[in-house]
């Protein structure tokens, strides 16, 4: 007899990530509650389950759903707002202005409402935010039923949100508390970068962090003028001195680590610290290019990262795929540098784990929830296809998500976002455009 399920969905490829490399064909995942219950061969998953709804998508490959883990959501509003300037000159002449005057709850509910619908559409499913007021943040992401990792900012200066380091603390466990409930959104401890925050902030931190078992994200070894900055200031390379404020750990989420020598490549991995790459902003800012292939020789989980749409100036995850795998190769000079099972591995399970979500998203596995992306691959840019996972590196683009899950519920079917009036988005961004510009 067979079993009910709400959800049946037969790819012609199912890449699970887990075990690693893996590439199924002629296999089901089947979904209930949220959840996936089986991933089995069709002809047996036809018998076992009768279903409420059969997805059949006859040439697409299904993936894990994309995890960002590194983004300034509401920036999107800010997007090509200054271009073409190096990181400090980008901030402090017209990203910071720009965000003291207009960054406002409503600023960051509406850019966050746009930054959710253009990574929906792209196939991220779960997003690591760094940014003011979170609850806005969360309004606009559990409007559209996507899943959310919200950094409780800490920077020693004030802005709209809050004064000093300690009320972005107290305004930030604030929002968790009201929020707990809610099984999409999640927090981090986000101090915004050593040359912005303190010594006792960042112990304030490190204990809240170890009492909440909270992940901690930070801008780290971004440029050589932060290094440069924190050796004249203190005396010692910025991760130096997170290692002996106490930061470094397994829950430590390195955000660009560009600019590391062998050893502190070596302190990371000893720690189990995460890294996320965020390879396009890095090249628009003129940053640098991360050592990323001796990361990994040192066994570093690196996950990707879009930065904000201000500084990159998509929220594409397979753009940044792309990029940190051709960057590998290019920086390494070894072709075989970051392979595309790895670098899809970047994309959905190493950020996951980062966020402490591993074991709940970021792999197709019985047990964990079904966010899942479908893409593509019978179109003219993607045929032939002799390695579906190649292609999703090297040849698809987001233009090619077809189908996205969260938590079993369809986000995106047919290429439409199913829960966004995209006329009242765009109304949205030109009324702030509007604002900007005056």
Known sequence: MPKPSELLIEPRWLIPVEP????????????SAGKIIDVLPTETARQRYQPERHVVLADHVLIPGLVNLHTHAAMTLLRGIADDL????????????AEAKHVSAAFVRDGTLLACAEMLRGGITCFN?????PEAAAEAAQSLGMRAVLGLVIIEFPTTYAADAEDYIVKGLAARDRLRSDSLISFCM?????????????ERIATLAAQLDLPVHVHLHETRGEIEESVRRYG?????RLDRLGLLGPGLIAVHATHLDAAEIRLLAKYDCSVAHCPTSNMKLASGIAPVAAELDEGIRIGLGTDGAASNNRLDLFQEMRHAALLAKAASGNAAALDAHTVLRMATLNGATALGLGKRIGSIRPGKAADLCAVRLDTLQTVPCFNPVSHLVYAAGREHVSHVWINGIPQVENGELRQCNTSRLLDIAHLWQNKLIA
């Open 86 to 97: 190096p990181l400090m000159e980008w901030l402090r002449s017209h990203i910071w202005p």
């Open 20 to 31: 690693h490399g893996a590439v199924l064909e002629g296999h089901c995942v089947a979904v």
């Open 236 to 240: 010692m390379r910025p991760i130096e």
């Open 129 to 133: 935010d760094m940014y003011f007021f």
């Open 190 to 202: 986000a101090p915004h970068a050593p040359y912005t925050v303190s010594d006792a902030s960042f």
